[in-house]
């Protein structure tokens, strides 16, 4: 059974710094892509960044710089950092995991296949 748990969630200042956790267990291949969503009601569910169990590190333009994706020593677990956090940045961030496509790690909901719960992140004023 895979699971996916993620951590680091709660309320957070603008300008601020967080750091989210994900660990993923009993994926059935070495090699998978671990990436990071977020999601604000009534919004689709958006890809912010991803990292390939091999490295290779992919980010949504807009996020790119702000938000930076890591693995951590536990090949199946990794960290996304934020700074300067803004107000838009307060939604459900969701860890998945799913196979690459064509070698790379697609930031597309559908190209997941298996999804944590999601925490909350709320950054105020």
């Known amino acids: 059974e895979v699971q996916v748990v993620e951590s680091g969630g709660g309320s957070f200042q603008a300008g601020g710094s967080l750091n989210l956790s994900c660990s993923i267990s009993?994926?059935?291949?070495?090699?998978?892509?671990m990436t990071w969503f977020r999601q604000t009601p009534g919004q689709e569910r958006e890809g912010v960044a991803s990292i390939h169990t091999l490295g290779q590190t992919y980010y949504q333009r807009r996020k790119k710089g702000r938000f930076t994706i890591t693995q951590d020593n536990a090949k199946n677990a990794m960290r996304l950092e934020g700074d300067s956090l803004e107000l838009e940045d307060s939604a459900m961030y969701y860890c998945?995991?799913?196979?690459?496509?064509?070698?790379?790690?697609?930031?597309?909901?559908?190209?997941?296949?298996?999804w944590g719960k999601g925490i909350s992140v709320a950054v105020s004023s």
């Open positions: 998945a995991a799913g196979a690459p496509y064509g070698g790379e790690c697609p930031l597309d909901a559908w190209a997941m296949s298996y």
């Open positions: 009993g994926y059935p291949f070495e090699n998978f892509c």
